[in-house]
């Protein structure tokens, strides 16, 4: 498999304001943006040619990637996941596809799923996971079947978590139609209905959905994928910085007092400011006292 597909059309209202200024797939994690460490994971399992769909804050994505293959398919109106992936029909050139949602960080092991894809022939193979809260898909007892999403087709309660991640074949997309807002869930149901949506559980490695504020905060306190300060950074001395990440080029003023925050490439923290679980994702000087805030 050389293809991926990866999900970066989406608004990211759940991670608002910080969506405002990046679409969620560019959003900073440990001063890398996030769609870089889902190639980088392609990469280590031979994928090499990449396909991102756009909708929100186009431009923020010009110069990302240089040097890979990489094709955008901007999308003036959202086509949704399956709309999306229909879009870049012809792109496939009849090869088979890993997708990957543009919010996930994960060090599964995405050569097994892959290969399970492979092995059953089926049109598509989803990556699930045993523990989470979100345990929407059902299985059969071999655990290679889906047999429900949502109890939608009233045959069981789910039992895991879809990563979003999975693999389809060429074929899959003669279930969805051309150039509509269609979500891929009706057509992985009709496939269930046929015991022809395929599954495996990955539960190794490092599964985390960074879609919304809580996530994204306890990511960088649970990871430690880089330095947490950049070494670009400018940093006062003085400055107290405790569980936090600074990303590139950032400065912090003597004095200033940052726990389990977050200050993205470029931010401007003064010596006045006190800030506990923040965000500073804006190029302004950021004063005084902030708790739980975006800033």
Known sequence: MQNAFILGAGLGNR????????PKPLVPLFHRPLAEWTIDACNRIGINRFAINTHHLPNAWAGFGSGKDLTFFHEPVLLETGGG??????????DPLLVHNGDIFSTLPLERLIEA???????????????GSAKH????????????????LGRSEGTHVFTGIYCVNP????????????SVIPAFLELAKMSQLGAIVLDEGVWLDLGDRDSY???HRELSLEPAIHPEANIEGGAIIERS????????????????????????????????RCIVYSQDLIQGTHE????
């Open 217 to 219: 905060l306890q990511a």
């Open 85 to 94: 992936l229909k879009n870049c029909a012809a792109w496939m050139s009849g």
């Open 292 to 295: 739980n805030q975006d800033l």
């Open 137 to 152: 898909i059902a299985l059969d007892a071999s655990k290679s079947r889906v047999t429900d999403i949502r109890n939608q």
């Open 245 to 276: 990440v600074v990303g590139r080029g950032a400065s912090v003023a003597a004095g200033a007092v940052i726990r389990d925050s977050i200050v993205w490439p470029g931010g401007r923290v003064a010596s006045s400011a006190r800030l506990e």
């Open 15 to 22: 991670l608002r304001p910080l969506t405002e200024r990046l």
């Open 117 to 131: 894809h492979h092995a059953s022939g089926l049109p598509v193979t989803l990556a699930l996971r045993s523990a």
């Open 171 to 182: 074929s899959f997309l003669d279930w969805i139609p051309a150039g509509e807002k269609f």
